[in-house]
């Protein structure tokens, strides 16, 4: 019965919230307590639309699409790679009062904008601009339909308010949060001042069983049958959402679960190019608006905040008094406003397991304010791109980095763990296959909030402005006890077999099926480890992640007249550069290196397995590729040369008189090594597993192409160096020249020939892959550029 019993409260632990006194206070989100931060552009995943920081937020956006075109399905609403466009993002965004987005589709481009007005009990008003113009290479002006929506997500009601037979006018709604409000539709013109334009106008009203279903209940309800007959041109039959109730709709009103519907009604205009919409929305309890926000008005508006946001953005970066073009500018300014602009605001459960669940549970529900790596493929909160995020975005506006901290540190279980990925409602996992939507509470990623937190502690002592600072003391004291705990979490459940080593759990257990089995929890997914997984391994980057997380632990106790005693002293042992040696440097290799159960000599093989009966393809002998082991492994170090490498100097734990410095530096500066004209890459190409896949269906990914967080760190590095005294101090000097010139040209001349920043970049031709946008931690360049680190 104990076992039993001790079972069962184990298994409960994995979900059971951490107990200190949460950081951020339940309402802090609320219209009441930060109503300039209630509305924002917090839905990423779509290429436009606005929300509330609101469990059940009133949701806004747009979905456009193309008519009398050759392709019938181009309907656009969330980000998809596979709509190709040609480029889309913020080119400027505040974070909190306005923005300008640039989306180019194939013949036109739609600037949409937004700017918002503080007034009343719930958060405000806000007008939307989209201005549709098409380009010179376009044959003739093409017709667009915008659909306009809204919809409640299970609370909350809308109401509409027709105009002639079939235009929607306006919608009026209530909700918890918001109170009433009134979101007006303003019909199409050329300009300012222009009146009208002829445009034909569609509706629908209906309930959503969920908000991962609204592209589908769109799309489904098109239909051909409407006429487009514009006064001086033929008449032609358009598509657009009906009128009537879909037939669908009793189909899935059967299936539909009523805890999830919500109201959702969407106002369809087409219109041909040139032309300019506003959308008004309008809170109820504002009753002393000087006046509308539309028109000059709004226009008077967005060139004020955009004057601001120059100016403040060149107060913060000095890039025009470093000599930069205004295109480069425009590009730091575009990196800066997306990842701003990639704010979002998750609410939901994660599904989480330990090794005292049989199925995985399900997490406590709960709130996530943070910025994303890719508004495209994968819109969510990742643990370590979050602290290279704030890095940039703490130099821009601490108050967001605190709420983003916060919010993370929130999600923290009792044992002090935080899960990597951050998959939250039903949106945001209907995006992820299942295999990956399970976290796992042994896995670990690292811990770069310290680098955002070193950051804040930094601007408490240097930064002028120091309003902007101040809050900071407050916050980290309500943060320390759960910054405790992950840091104990850590040091605890991720140490290595011997005294002061540290080793990732979760590296893949199936080796047979791997080159190299993977240490998703590393964050650098593939970069070779040890051949075969095992508990005497010790692992360098963490060691390095260790070191400077017991800094800044013993800078935070201190600042809080905390004990600190016990963090600056592991401080001093994991950053003894002997130590280090000890542990981690190879003789053979001159270089750090991890340690474990190892054999170079492994490859995949192609080999005939006979499928059994009832899986796919059963009963025919199939090839598939099986790793081939053709030399035992032993206790060795893993001697691969590439990032992992480079993390006692990355994370700057080596003495600048160190003679190791002297091979790391050599070593970066080799072109057939790490040294490429875009920057570091990830593996020396004199490593064996260069540029191998793991399995038939896993490309490179850690294994060659350049990586901006990394090379940031290795940027920041060498200054570092370059600008302390020892006997590498001019090298590295000189280096960091080279290798930031580098960086820079690159992601930005890929920006500038393919609409995109990127997750990352070939070393062989520069050329950005994967995934796109991808404005988290590649946006990192703006850093590089001002030379803040
Ligand atoms: C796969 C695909 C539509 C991988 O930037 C986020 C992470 C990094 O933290 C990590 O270091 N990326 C890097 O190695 C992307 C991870 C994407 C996993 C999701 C599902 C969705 O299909």
């Not at 309930?207 to 409407?226: A, H, M, Q, Y």
């Not at 994968?378 to 940039?392: A, I």
């Not at 951050?422 to 996992?429: K, N, P, S, V, Y």
Request: proline content about 6%; hydrophobic content about 35%; overall charge neutral.
């Amino acid at each position: 019965f104990y076992a039993l019993y001790m079972r069962s409260s184990l298994s409960k632990r994995v979900v059971t919230l951490h107990p200190s006194p949460r950081v951020l206070d339940a309402n802090s989100t609320t219209a009441k307590v930060s109503s300039e931060r209630f509305w924002g552009s917090y839905r990423p995943q779509v290429y436009f639309g606005m929300k509330t920081r609101s469990p059940r937020s009133i949701l806004t956006g747009m979905m456009w699409m193309r008519q009398f075109s050759n392709s019938d399905m181009n309907l656009r609403h969330t980000c998809e790679q596979g709509d190709h466009l040609q480029g889309y993002g913020w080119l400027m965004h505040d974070g909190l009062t306005f923005g300008v987005q640039e989306i180019r589709d194939n013949d036109f481009t739609l600037t949409t904008e937004f700017v918002k007005r503080i007034g009343g009990d719930h958060g405000g008003d806000w007008t939307w601009r989209i201005t549709a113009k098409q380009h010179s290479s376009a044959p003739q002006p093409p017709v667009i339909s915008l659909m306009f929506y809204a919809a409640a997500d299970t609370q909350g009601s809308l109401h509409t308010h027709m105009e002639e037979r079939n235009r929607l006018a306006s919608i009026t709604g209530f909700s918890e949060e918001l109170g009433n409000f009134k979101i007006t539709f303003r019909k199409p013109v050329t300009g300012e001042l222009s009146s009208p334009k002829y445009a034909s106008y569609n509706y629908l009203q209906t309930l959503s069983p969920g908000l991962e279903k609204l592209t589908d209940i769109v799309k489904l309800s098109l239909n051909r049958r409407f006429v487009y007959s514009p006064p001086s041109g033929e008449k032609r039959h358009y598509i657009g959402v009906d009128t009537y109730k879909p037939h669908h709709h009793q189909n899935q009103q059967k299936h539909a679960d009523p805890r999830k519907e919500g109201d959702f009604v969407v106002h369809q205009v087409t219109v041909q190019t040139p032309f300019q919409i506003e959308v008004l929305f309008e809170s109820g309890s504002f009753t002393n608006r000087p006046n509308q926000l539309v028109g000059s008005i709004m226009t008077q508006e967005l060139e004020k905040r955009k004057a601001e946001f120059n100016l403040k953005f060149e107060k913060i970066f000095g890039l025009e008094s470093k000599g930069f073009s205004q295109t480069h500018i425009k590009f730091a300014k575009a990196a800066l406003s997306n990842m701003l602009g990639g704010m979002g605001y998750f609410y939901g459960e994660s599904v989480v397991q330990s090794v005292y669940n049989e199925y995985p549970l399900l997490y406590p529900e709960g709130a996530l304010f943070t910025a994303v790596p890719s508004r495209s493929f994968f819109p969510r909160g990742f643990l370590w791109d979050e602290g290279f995020h704030q890095l940039l975005l703490s130099k821009w506006d601490p108050q967001l980095t605190r709420e983003a901290i916060g919010h993370w540190f929130d999600l923290m279980n009792i044992e002090g763990w935080i899960p990597r990925e951050q998959i939250l409602g039903d949106e945001a996992r209907s995006k992820v296959p299942a295999e990956f939507i399970v976290q796992r509470n042994e896995n670990a990623n690292p811990p770069t909030l310290f680098l955002a937190l070193q950051e804040l502690i930094e601007q408490l002592t240097s930064r002028s402005d120091e309003a902007v600072s101040k809050p900071t003391l407050p916050f980290l004291r309500r943060l320390f006890p759960r910054l405790k705990t992950w840091f104990e979490w850590y040091n605890t459940t991720q140490t290595g077999p011997k005294p002061n080593s540290y080793r990732w759990r979760g590296r893949d257990k199936d080796t047979n099926l791997y080159l190299n089995p993977k240490t998703l929890t590393s964050g650098l997914d593939d970069y070779p480890r040890a051949s075969h997984p095992s508990a005497d391994e010790r692992h360098v980057d963490l060691h390095c992640w260790m070191a400077l997380s017991s800094g800044i632990m013993a800078s935070i106790a201190q600042l809080l007249g905390e004990p600190h005693e016990d963090y600056k002293l592991q401080h001093n042992v994991l950053t003894d550069n002997n130590l280090l040696d000890d542990l981690h440097w190879s003789e053979q290799l001159h270089a750090y290196s991890d340690y474990g159960n190892h054999t170079q000599n492994v490859s995949l093989q192609r080999e005939k397995v006979y499928v059994p009966p009832g899986q796919p393809r059963h009963q025919f002998p199939v090839a598939r590729l099986v790793r081939s082991v053709r030399r035992a492994p032993k206790l060795q170090y893993v001697n691969a040369l590439g990032y992992v490498s480079l993390f006692p100097f990355l994370l700057q734990i080596l003495q600048p008189d160190s003679s190791k410095l002297e091979h790391i530096l050599r070593d970066m500066r080799d072109p057939n090594k790490l040294w490429t004209p875009f920057g570091l890459r990830s593996l020396s190409k004199t490593d064996p597993l260069y540029m191998e896949r793991n399995t038939e269906h896993d490309p490179p990914y850690w294994r060659g192409p350049v990586w901006i967080n990394i090379n940031y760190l290795a940027v920041r590095a060498l200054y570092h160096y370059g600008n302390t005294e020892g006997p590498y101090q001019e090298k590295a000097a000189a280096l960091y020249k080279e290798l930031r010139t580098n960086i820079i040209n690159n992601v930005y001349s890929q920006y500038v020939e393919t609409g995109y920043v990127w997750e990352q970049y070939s070393d062989s031709t520069g050329r950005g892959q994967g995934s796109h946008p991808f404005t988290g931690w590649s946006s990192l360049t703006v850093l590089m550029m001002a030379e803040h680190y």
